[in-house]
């Protein structure tokens, strides 16, 4: 009986961190380590021009003693391709929010796989990065899609799944500050649209970052090709 309790306790503190590589998932990972969760990091390349956010992934895992999973979803650049700038070096990149640095669901691709992850290792658990800042412009970083996404996991799979964002409604720079605050090692995390050497500095990816870390009152770690918002 004693070995059966363990064993339930053991699988409660399993989770899956859908890990970009960028601060935000980056912070949600050291803070499920730091609540006593046993980590499965799960990554997607989706055809994105910014590959270096797997690569950056690979070290924040690295960091926690952990191993990401990278999935190979590439081919869904033929899909995302005609309508993000993510995927298409044909789609001008914005400084600023607009319509194309949408990819459509993919936040439910992604919380898919995860749900098939987290039952084939026992995690009752998902946590993913969507925060405050992003709700106003990303249906699928809001609570009500996430909290619905849960209820078709669990009618999905009939195990008791858990979809959160645990800094759902906090702002970008709060969740910043708390990465400092845990130790994340944001010199590794990676935000920028491009795949340069640098962060450009210049798209709306980047913008957001450094103001992120402006508001937050902390010294920005991140190398930028442009220093300025624009």
């Not at 306790?9 to 990972?29: H, M, T, Y």
């Not at 590959?51 to 070290?59: D, L, P, Y």
């Not at 459509?104 to 993913?128: C, E, H, M, T, W």
């Not at 008791?160 to 995390?189: C, M, N, W």
């Amino acid at each position: 009986m004693k070995n059966m309790e363990a064993s339930k306790i053991e699988v409660s503190k399993k989770c899956v961190v859908v890990l970009s590589g960028g601060p935000d998932s980056a912070v949600v990972a050291y803070w499920a380590k730091k609540e006593g969760y046993t980590l499965y990091p799960i990554t997607f390349n989706y055809g994105q021009i910014a590959v270096k956010e797997t690569q950056s992934a690979e070290k924040i895992a690295e960091s926690l003693s952990s191993k990401t999973k990278i999935v190979d979803l590439s081919a869904l650049r033929g899909v995302f391709g005609e309508v993000t700038s993510l995927c298409n070096t044909n789609i001008p990149l914005t400084a600023e929010f607009s319509q194309p640095i949408i990819v459509p669901f993919r936040n439910a691709i992604f919380l898919s796989v995860a749900v098939s992850y987290a039952v084939s290792v026992g995690a009752d658990k998902i946590f993913y990065g969507a925060h405050g800042s992003d709700e106003p412009f990303y249906p699928d970083c809001r609570r009500e899609f996430y909290e619905a996404f849960e209820k078709a996991a669990r009618l999905g799979t009939g195990e008791d799944i858990s979809i959160q964002a645990p800094f759902s409604g906090k702002r970008k720079s709060e969740v910043i500050k708390k990465g400092v605050e845990l130790g994340v090692p944001h010199e590794y995390t990676w935000s920028c649209y491009r795949d340069g050497a640098k962060h450009c500095g210049r798209c709306e990816s980047c913008v957001n970052r450094k103001k992120a870390f402006a508001e937050a009152g902390l010294p920005d770690p991140t190398d930028y090709e442009t220093r300025g918002h624009r």
